[in-house]
C-alpha cells in the first residue's frame, strides 16, 4: 500500500472518533439553534476539557499555558526538531455553529489517533494546538481585537489590551474574566512568548470556509494563498445640508445621500478595476444611515453615518484603495457642496501564507487525489498571528454551505475527512 | 400721481399696522425660539381672533364657516360680481417660523388697511380668507392629507379623514379636536361647498418662498408658475442577503447598499436629464437606513428602507420617473442580485397656476418696479387646492432666508412690502 492509500485509510478510519468529538461539543455547548462556547467561559473551557481528556487516552502529552492555550503532543522520531503546530480555536460567536474554530484541533486530534493506531510516528514532535478566545470581537465589542490566545503564546499582546476590553454584556473586563476562568492575566501579560518561530517547523490550520466559493465551485478542499488584511473606516460621516425636499433646486442642496451613493458607486467602480487588473479585494459599505430623528421624506438629507472594510492579500491595494477614497471624498464633496468626514482606516496589514507549505499542500492534494485549489481568506484567523510573528503557516480549508458565525454552518464529514487526510499528509513530511 | 404710485404709497403707509399683527401673532404665539399655532389649538385661535378683531376696526365684513376658516370682506364697487379671494393660513408647523402662512393673511389685510385708509373702493368684492389647518401634517402624522380648512370650503374633504387623522402626540382624532375647538366636524363634513369658482374671480396668495431662489438670485418677489406635484415611494425596500464581508466574493454578493446607491445614482443621472431636456423636477432621498440590529462593519448588507419623493410641475415627469424608478429597480436588481421593494408611488397630481392671472402679476411687477421672475413652487400650498377645485390661483412669493417650517425664517419688511404692492395692484384691477 503506497504512503497516500494508508493515510487516507488511517483518516477515514479515524472519523468515528472526530464525528463522536463533534457530537459531544455540539450537545454540552448548544444554545438555542446553535453553541455558544464564550471565551474564557463554560463553554469554551467545556471544548478545552474534552479535548484534554481525548488527547489524555491517545496517550499524547497536555499541557496549557497561562493564557489557557492548549497543546496536545505526539512526539516524532527526533524530538530535538523544531516541531509541527496545527490547531485553530475552540471558542465561537455567541449562538454560532460547531465547526468554526473546532474543526480544526479535532482534525489535528483525528490525524494523531489515526497515526497512534497505524503505528505511524512522524519525524517531527506534532503539537495539536486549541487557541482561546480568537471570536473576542463578537463577545467584547466589535471595536476590540481578537485572536487573543495565538497572540499571548507568541508575546505580542499588549498589556493593556486586557483591561481595555469589556465585555458587551456584563461590561467586566476581559482581565477579570480570565481571572474569574482561573487564569493569571497579569502573568500571562509579563510572559514570555511560549511559541517560536525557532521551535517550529511550521503552523498548519485547518478551518471551514466562511464564504461560498468551494460550495459555488464544487471543490471539497482549499489551499490559503494569504489571508486578507483590512483598511477600515469604522465611523465615516458626509455632512451636507437638510433643507426643502420640494423647494430647494438641484443646485442649492447639499444632499448627503445622494452625495454617499456616488461615493458608494466610484468605490464600486474601482474595486471592478482592481479585479479587472488581477488584484485581490472586497469591498463593503456594512453601514449607512440617516439620522432617524432627523430624516423625512421630505427633507434634503443632511448627514450621513456609513462604514467601509476593504480587505486584499496585497497592502499596496489597501493603500490604492484607501488613497481613492480620499480623493473620491474630497471630488464628490467639491461637486456636491458636502463635507465627508472619512476618518483614519484602521490598518490591519495581509498576512501571506508560506510558499513552501503552499507548494507542500498542492503537492499533497494532488498525492492524495483531492480536488482543491488556491483561494484567499477573507476572514481572519490565527494563522495570520503566526505569520506576522515570522512562523510559516499554512491553511486548509474545507468547503461550508451556508456561511459562518451562525447556526447553520454545514460542513460535510467526507470533505472534513479529506481536508484531515491533507493535513495527516502534511504532518508526515 | 399714477395709480402704481398711489398704491406703492399707500401699502407703504400700512406697513407699520402689518408689523404690529406680525409682532403681536409672534408674541403670543411664542414656543421657545419660534412660535406654534396647531390646527384648532389655541396658537392657530389666537391668530384668527387677532385678524378678526382688526377686520372689524377696518369696518370689514367677517363670518367664519363650519371649518373655522375666516372670510374678511370689503365691499366693492358691484357687488354682483365674483369676488377677489385673497389669503392664506394661519396654523404653523410646532416651533415654526412667524410668516409661513401668516404673512399671506397680513398681506391680505394691509391691503385693505391701505384700501379703507386712501379710499380706494375695488371693482369687485376683496374677500381676505385665514385658512385653518394648512399644516395638519405636521401635527397629525406625515401620511396624513393636510390642508383642511381649504378643502372644507371647497366641499372636497372626505369625511373619513378627519376621524382617520389621528394627533402624533395625544391620539385624538381630528374630529375630536374640532370639537373641543368648539366645531361641529359633522356638519362640516355634510356641508357644501362654501366657495365655488363661479362666486370667484381668482384666488391670490402671498406666501414666503420655502427654497432659496429668491435669496440667491436677489430677487424680493417671485410669481408662481405652478406648484409642483409629486410622486412618493414612502417606504421603499431593497432585499439582498447578509454576508461575510471578508470572506464572500463580489460574484456572489447580494449587496443591498451598493444596489441602492447604484438606484440613487442612475435616478440622479435621470434627473439630470430631465433638467437638460428643459423639464421641472426636484428628486430626492431623504432617509436611507441599514438595519441598526443586524448591519455592521463586518457584514454585507443584506437590506436598506428608504424613501423616494419626486416633485414636478408637470405630471409626464413624476410618470416619466416613477417609470424609470422601476425599471432601472428591475435592472439593478438582476444585475446585482437583490430585489427591490419600492411599493405604489403615492401621486399627487400639480397645480398650474392661471396663466392669465400670471400674466397680469407680471404686468404688476413691471408697472410698480418690482424686480420678480417666475419660479415654481415645490412645497405645498391652498392656492393648489383652489387650482384643483376650478379656480383660477396666482401665487407671489416673497423673498425668505434660512426656509421655512423652522423658528429662523427671516423675511425682511421691504420685501414684503413690494408683494404686498403687487398683490394691491391685482385687487385693483
Not at 512526539?75 to 490547531?87: E, F, N
Not at 474554530?101 to 506534532?126: E, K, N, W, Y
Not at 497572540?151 to 499582546?157: T, Y
Not at 479585479?275 to 434634503?300: E, I, M, N, P, R
Amino acid at each position: 500500500m503506497s504512503t497516500s492509500a494508508a493515510i487516507r485509510e488511517a483518516v477515514e478510519q479515524a472519523m468515528p472518533f472526530a464525528e463522536s468529538l463533534f457530537d459531544r461539543l455540539k450537545a454540552n455547548t448548544a444554545d438555542g439553534a446553535g453553541v455558544s462556547r464564550e471565551p474564557y467561559g463554560p463553554g469554551e473551557q467545556y471544548a478545552h476539557d474534552l479535548m484534554a481528556a481525548s488527547a489524555r487516552e491517545l496517550e499524547l502529552g497536555v499541557e496549557s499555558d497561562r493564557a489557557g492555550n492548549l497543546y496536545m503532543t505526539l512526539p516524532g522520531r527526533d524530538r530535538s526538531l523544531p516541531a509541527w503546530i496545527t490547531g485553530s480555536h475552540l471558542d465561537s460567536v455567541p449562538v454560532g455553529g460547531n465547526y468554526d474554530g473546532a474543526a480544526g484541533v479535532i482534525a489535528g486530534l483525528a490525524v494523531l489517533a489515526a497515526f497512534r493506531r497505524h503505528g505511524f510516528t512522524p519525524l517531527r514532535d506534532v503539537i495539536v494546538m486549541g487557541v482561546r478566545a480568537e471570536e473576542l470581537g463578537s463577545w467584547y465589542g466589535g471595536n476590540h481585537q481578537s485572536h487573543i490566545g495565538s497572540r499571548a503564546a507568541l508575546g505580542v499582546l499588549p498589556p493593556a489590551e486586557l483591561q481595555a476590553a469589556r465585555h458587551s454584556r456584563s461590561g467586566r473586563t476581559l482581565a477579570d474574566q480570565m481571572r474569574a476562568a482561573g487564569f493569571d492575566p497579569d502573568a500571562i501579560t509579563n510572559a514570555a512568548a511560549r511559541l517560536s518561530p525557532e521551535r517550529c517547523h511550521g503552523y498548519l490550520e485547518l478551518h471551514i470556509e466562511q464564504g461560498p466559493v468551494l460550495e459555488a465551485r464544487g471543490l471539497p478542499v482549499g489551499i490559503v494563498s494569504g489571508i486578507r488584511g483590512s483598511a477600515r473606516a469604522r465611523n465615516a460621516r458626509c455632512i451636507g445640508a437638510y433643507s426643502h425636499s420640494g423647494a430647494v433646486p438641484r443646485e442649492y442642496r447639499s444632499d448627503a445621500v445622494l452625495a454617499t451613493a456616488a461615493l458608494c458607486v466610484g468605490l464600486d467602480q474601482a474595486w471592478s478595476a482592481v479585479q479587472c487588473a488581477g488584484g485581490d479585494l472586497v469591498f463593503t459599505v456594512g453601514k449607512l444611515y440617516t439620522d432617524g430623528q432627523q430624516h423625512s421624506l421630505t427633507k434634503v438629507p443632511g448627514e450621513t453615518w456609513f462604514s467601509i472594510d476593504l480587505r486584499s492579500q496585497e497592502l499596496a491595494t489597501l493603500e490604492h484603495m484607501t488613497r481613492q477614497a480620499r480623493s473620491l471624498a474630497e471630488a464628490i464633496g467639491r461637486e456636491r457642496r458636502v463635507r465627508f468626514d472619512l476618518g483614519a482606516f484602521d490598518l490591519s496589514p495581509p498576512a501571506t501564507m508560506d510558499a513552501v507549505l503552499r507548494g507542500a499542500l498542492g503537492a499533497g492534494a494532488q498525492a492524495l487525489g483531492i480536488a482543491a485549489h488556491e483561494q484567499p481568506s477573507g476572514a481572519g484567523h490565527d494563522a495570520q498571528d503566526f505569520a506576522q510573528a515570522g512562523f510559516r503557516a499554512g491553511m486548509i480549508f474545507v468547503r461550508n454551505a451556508n456561511g459562518s458565525h451562525n447556526p447553520h454552518e454545514a460542513m460535510a464529514m467526507a470533505d472534513f475527512c479529506l481536508g484531515t487526510q491533507l493535513l495527516a499528509w502534511m504532518l508526515l513530511r
